[in-house]
């Protein structure tokens, strides 16, 4: 039985992890933190709410003894600049790496990514590059494991909408098509990715970057 945190459960694939974990016999609890409360009340779930997530260090206590971060927390690039994307997605995320290491070593962290992340960070697409610093310190940290998930194209299962209104409206309209993306190997779900998590905490796979085939695969154990 596994101990874990969640954080981004505010947000599709989130709360798609943070579903699967509740049901899931493998997982005993969940911490998931976020700016304001779920509203969602389960035996086995707990909620820290930190306003500000550089003050994560000041709440050690309750970060003791997991065995995994799902970190789904993220942003849409739209609208923001290199600096203001990389404190978002890159700052915050090493602030939870670096306080969880320190306290819970062997751990294992899952980073949600996504498709198309350039692991050299040096490439001319600003969120790809970000994206892949914040990869690379993740992996590199010295967890005792950790993936970077980096799904394309995801279907939301189980009542899950997106908190990006755009992607919703796309949502609606291939909706009656969601049975036949469902049979592609480069499409995921929610549900997958859910899966793909639990089973990583015991995986120790060779293979870090899991594009959708991947999170299928492990997701299907």
Same mark, same amino acid.
């Given at each position: 039985? %596994?101990?874990?945190?969640? @954080? ?26 976020? &700016? ?22 000041? %709440? ?59 692991? @050299? ?28 998930? &980096? ?6 299962? &189980? ?15 291939? &909706? ?13 779900? @929610? ?17 870090? %970057? ?12």
């Amino acid at each position: 039985m %596994h101990h874990v945190i969640i @954080t981004g459960s505010t947000g599709m694939v989130g709360k798609g992890v943070l579903l699967e974990c509740l049901d899931s016999e493998q997982i005993a609890s969940v911490l998931v933190i976020n &700016r304001s409360s779920l509203g969602i009340t389960h035996p086995k779930l707990k909620e820290l709410l930190l306003p500000d997530f550089m003050q994560l260090a000041e %709440h050690g206590e309750m970060l003791k003894g997991y065995d995994g971060c799902f970190f789904c927390m993220g942003v849409s690039v739209v609208g923001l600049n290199e600096a203001k994307y990389t404190a978002i997605t890159y700052d915050i995320t090493k602030v939870f790496a670096d306080v969880l290491f320190e306290l819970n070593p062997n751990m294992v962290f899952n980073y949600v990514s996504g498709t198309g992340t350039d692991s @050299t960070a040096t490439g001319r697409v600003m969120w790809a590059r970000v994206k892949g610093k914040t990869e690379n310190y993740i992996l590199e940290k010295g967890f005792k494991d950790a993936y970077a998930f &980096r799904p394309g194209m995801i279907i939301p299962e &189980r009542g899950i909408k997106s908190s990006t209104g755009w992607y919703n409206a796309i949502y609606v309209i291939l &909706r009656p098509f969601f049975g036949w993306f469902k049979k592609r190997s480069n499409v995921t779900t @929610t549900t997958n990715i859910g899966h793909a998590m639990i089973a990583s905490i015991a995986a120790n796979q060779t293979l870090k %970057h899991l594009e959708n085939k991947d999170i299928n695969s492990l997701a299907s154990g």
